[in-house]
């Protein structure tokens, strides 16, 4: 649940991107890096687990890293799609009803093309931003990011508290 070790060190997942960042440097390469465009349930889980906090130091973590690596000759661009924004909170549908299809996601946990489409253009400089859905993570904009994604999940949480309900329940069902 925490990107440090007890130590207070970062996690070596860090490490493995430092590395990766450091060979492509090396060899010439670009890299563009991707947060993953979580469903909104999911979030919520990150939320109600306590390890938000956790999520967004991850996000400050990667963004110093990814700024370190420009500022040594790598180009390289990050962006966040992590978010309740309009694709993250499309309404999913009852496992049992196998016959309305979702737009954007297979299920919480999975995202269609259309939307791995959306991101790459957004990537690829084809298309904007939408709001936070394909922000930079940047040093001078990732507080302001973070804070945008919080009021996005009040507003989903005032609009949405079934789904605050049905996670609260699948969290104290699994809790020992």
Same mark, same amino acid.
């Not at 940047?138 to 999940?153: P, Q």
């Given at each position: 649940p925490s990107i440090r070790a007890a130590d207070g060190s970062? +996690?070596?997942?860090?490490?493995e991107i430092d590395a990766l960042l450091r060979d492509a440097r090396a060899r010439r390469q670009s890299v563009m890096i991707a947060t993953y465009p979580y469903h909104?349930?999911?979030? %919520?889980?990150l939320w109600q687990t306590n390890v938000w906090r956790d999520y967004e130091d991850w996000k400050r973590e990667?963004?110093?890293?990814v700024e370190r690596a420009r500022a040594q000759g790598l180009q390289v661009v990050a962006r966040?799609? +992590?978010? #309740?924004?309009? #694709?993250?909170? %499309?309404?999913?549908?009852d496992r049992a009803d196998s016959r309305t299809p979702l737009r954007w996601y297979w299920e919480a946990g999975h995202f269609k093309s259309a939307l791995g489409d959306r991101m790459l +253009?957004?990537?690829t400089g084809l298309a904007p931003s939408e709001g936070t859905f394909g922000a930079e993570l940047a040093t001078a904009s990732i507080e302001g990011n973070l804070a945008a994604i919080r009021v996005e999940r009040d507003q989903y949480t005032f609009t949405h508290p079934d789904v605050q309900e049905a996670i609260r329940r699948l969290i104290k069902s699994t809790s020992p």
């Amino acid at each position: 649940p925490s990107i440090r070790a007890a130590d207070g060190s970062l +996690s070596p997942c860090f490490g493995e991107i430092d590395a990766l960042l450091r060979d492509a440097r090396a060899r010439r390469q670009s890299v563009m890096i991707a947060t993953y465009p979580y469903h909104a349930r999911l979030l %919520e889980i990150l939320w109600q687990t306590n390890v938000w906090r956790d999520y967004e130091d991850w996000k400050r973590e990667l963004t110093v890293m990814v700024e370190r690596a420009r500022a040594q000759g790598l180009q390289v661009v990050a962006r966040d799609f +992590s978010g #309740y924004h309009v #694709y993250a909170t %499309e309404r999913l549908v009852d496992r049992a009803d196998s016959r309305t299809p979702l737009r954007w996601y297979w299920e919480a946990g999975h995202f269609k093309s259309a939307l791995g489409d959306r991101m790459l +253009s957004i990537m690829t400089g084809l298309a904007p931003s939408e709001g936070t859905f394909g922000a930079e993570l940047a040093t001078a904009s990732i507080e302001g990011n973070l804070a945008a994604i919080r009021v996005e999940r009040d507003q989903y949480t005032f609009t949405h508290p079934d789904v605050q309900e049905a996670i609260r329940r699948l969290i104290k069902s699994t809790s020992p």
